[in-house]
């Protein structure tokens, strides 16, 4: 079940030297993929595909924006090598990752790590998760969300 209430307003530091802040969307659907790390296979494949789409979701008028605790400068070399044409968003402080219960216990190698679990939101004109995919299995996925966002009101 997904929780509609409205979210809270929250800002992150954004490449491109911008500063990405919800209120600032009002009236306006956008799509939030959280990701564990730049630069590593799973996540530059789901990067490629969003990227790969974009001119679908800027048809669409729904902006995507990627999310994981890196640094500014991780994601400003991450969206240059892989020609990224959306913006990528910075919390390391793991605010908004609270926001979206992001955070989890994961087996990496073996061991219990705490890392982003691959998920991705559809927030609609009211500041509401419209839709939410947790544990995101990446093949396909970024076709899924465009779907849902040509079929759904938002």
């Known amino acids: ?23 600032a969307f009002k009236r306006h659907p ?9 630069d590593t296979p799973g996540c530059t494949d789901e990067g490629r595909q969003f990227r790969d789409l974009h001119a679908k979701f800027v048809n669409a008028r729904v902006p995507v ?7 500014i ?3 400003e070399k991450f969206k240059q090598k892989m020609s990224f044409p959306f913006e ?9 990752c609270a926001i979206f219960a992001v955070m ?7 061991r219990q790590v705490r890392g982003i679990e ?6 609609d004109r009211e500041g509401r998760i419209a839709k939410a ?9 970024a076709q899924e969300v465009l779907d849902f966002i040509r079929s759904a009101p938002l």
């Open 30 to 38: 956008f799509v939030l993929y959280f990701y564990p790390r730049d």
């Open 65 to 71: 924006f990627g999310v994981s605790r890196d640094t």
């Open 133 to 141: 995919w947790r544990g995101v299995k990446v093949p396909g996925h």
């Open 73 to 75: 400068a991780s994601h």
């Open 104 to 110: 989890k216990m994961k087996n990496m190698y073996g």
């Open 118 to 123: 691959r998920s991705t939101f559809v927030i």
């Open 1 to 23: 079940m997904i929780d509609r209430s409205v979210l809270p307003d929250f800002e992150l530091p954004a490449t491109g030297n911008q500063r990405f802040q919800l209120s």
């Open 88 to 96: 990528l968003l910075s919390d390391p402080d793991e605010k908004v």
